[in-house]
């Protein structure tokens, strides 16, 4: 028989599971879905400034907030692990319907989709070998151990530039490597990155390797402008050629942007459908952290709650 619940979340990175924690002590009857525990913060060998933690390993960070999580586990608060969501729908007027992949069905009143997303990987010979070894994909997390050293920066959109204008401030030189003839980014943000010395932007590479020992030491690229293959020694690389949120399986389901991201309430975190909410890396949120992507859970609990009173 299945069973119902008053709200459902789907996802297993610090957004679900602070919103579990607060949908448990509000005493919802909830039901985490996760495939894994911990997100992206999973992998990360360090977080920085999570609050209350001034530096911790991620692996540390997501036992923590686990261990917070299941210390509510019980009568209001179920934890499945290993259980991709592939599908939501309508189940009557007042319940959702949930189903994973191996074929099982759960019903809730309300639904949060924490379900995250992914970086576009770099595929170049080294990126594998070297990733978290001085290749990383997130500056916010990571640009504090480069301090006072040369990086570069893979991408030439508005992220790239963006992150490369966050690392001017501890890095001591930042190049950004561009494969197209011409930069994405807004002009205006070009035009000031460019008045920084420490900072160089190049056009039309070509990214052939990322090289190193036990870190990275440098990577070599083909500029497409001289026909000359260069070697640039930088001991980080950030990596910013796009983010692909997981929701392929909502698109029958809410309103997304041109990026694929949920389109939200800023104010509550509700998506284009009444009874859904959503939080983190998956929503059309401007910033992507482990405190903002939590804070935003919680607020949408608190949401969730008032809608349940209600209905």
Not at 48 to 56: A, H, P, R, T
Not at 107 to 135: I, N, Q, S, Y
Request: glycine letters at 12%; one cysteine or more; charged letters at 20%.
């Amino acid at each position: 028989m299945t069973q119902n619940y008053d709200l459902i979340i789907v996802g297993g990175g610090p957004a679900a599971m602070g919103a579990g924690v607060y949908a448990a002590r509000k005493k919802l009857k909830t039901l985490i879905l996760a495939g894994e525990l911990g997100g992206q913060s999973a992998v990360s060998p360090e977080v920085q400034n999570w609050i209350g933690e001034i530096s911790l390993p991620g692996k540390t960070l997501v036992k923590k907030i686990e261990a917070h999580l299941r210390s509510y586990e019980g009568d209001t608060l179920k934890v499945v692990v290993g259980q991709w969501v592939i599908a939501v729908a309508a189940d009557g007027a007042k319940n959702f319907a949930v189903a994973t992949k191996d074929g099982r069905t759960f019903l809730g009143r309300a639904m949060l989709l924490t379900v995250g997303g992914r970086r576009r990987r770099l595929t170049v010979l080294g990126a594998d070998t070297f990733e978290h070894k001085g290749l990383t994909y997130c500056a916010s997390c990571d640009g504090p151990l480069f301090t006072g050293q040369d990086v570069a920066v893979v991408g030439g959109g508005n992220a790239g530039f963006g992150t490369a204008g966050e690392l001017l401030a501890y890095c001591r030189t930042v190049t950004l490597l561009e494969s197209s003839p011409t930069f994405r980014a807004e002009q205006i943000t070009i035009d000031k990155l460019t008045q920084n010395p420490n900072f160089k932007a190049l056009n039309n590479i070509e990214l052939l390797e990322i090289k190193g020992d036990k870190f990275v030491s440098g990577l070599d690229y083909h500029d497409r402008a001289t026909d000359q293959t260069i070697h640039l020694p930088v001991t980080g690389i950030f990596v910013e050629i796009g983010f692909l949120p997981n929701t392929e399986f909502l698109r029958e389901t809410l309103d997304l942007n041109p990026a694929g991201k949920i389109v939200i309430n800023h104010r509550t975190q509700a998506t284009s459908r009444p009874g859904i909410w959503a939080a983190g890396d998956c929503t059309d949120g401007l910033y992507q952290q482990n405190n903002i992507a939590v804070g935003d859970a919680v607020k949408a609990v608190e949401d969730i709650q008032r809608y349940l009173q209600a209905t």
